[in-house]
């Protein structure tokens, strides 16, 4: 199938289409049922630097609370998923959004995969460190 091919092609960062996806904060829902329903498996697939779409989703717009309980509810397992510095994708929300007008998402990914809250990074820290003060 050309197009289950083409959901999983690579860039030059070893991204996907779908990591893509989950950097532009002005794309809509509708485009990721899209190439998720070309290629599931792209959920699953890590970029050079072992991102997962959902730990780009978490890092850059994090804020988008409808896209990311899409992703959480097409494939939870790569929530408590550590990319190549040990954070998982609470560790980036956490960093990155973890604000009172973001507890929408972080609840939604903590429901998710609640082990992740105690799981440090590649520096020892948890996600409850990484919150804003």
């Known amino acids: 199938r050309h197009g289950a091919r ?3 092609m690579l860039n030059e960062d070893g991204r996907t289409p779908v990591h893509c996806l989950m950097l532009n904060p002005d794309a809509p829902i509708s485009s990721f049922f899209h ?4 290629s599931e498996e792209a959920l699953l697939l890590p970029d050079a630097d ?6 780009l989703l978490c890092e850059h717009n994090g804020d988008k609370e409808e896209l990311l309980r899409a992703v959480l509810a097409a494939g939870k397992k790569e929530a408590s998923l550590q990319n190549g510095e040990g954070k998982t994708p609470l560790h980036l929300l956490a960093c990155s ?6 507890v929408g998402s972080l ?4 429901a998710s995969s609640p082990d ?3 799981v440090p990074d590649g520096r020892g820290k948890l996600p409850a460190d990484l919150l804003p003060a």
Do not use: M, Q, R
């Open 6 to 8: 083409a959901g999983t």
């Open 35 to 38: 190439l998720l329903s070309i």
């Open 50 to 55: 072992g991102n997962l779409p959902l730990h």
């Open 97 to 102: 959004f973890g604000t009172d007008e973001h």
């Open 107 to 110: 609840s939604a990914l903590l």
């Open 116 to 118: 992740a809250a105690e």
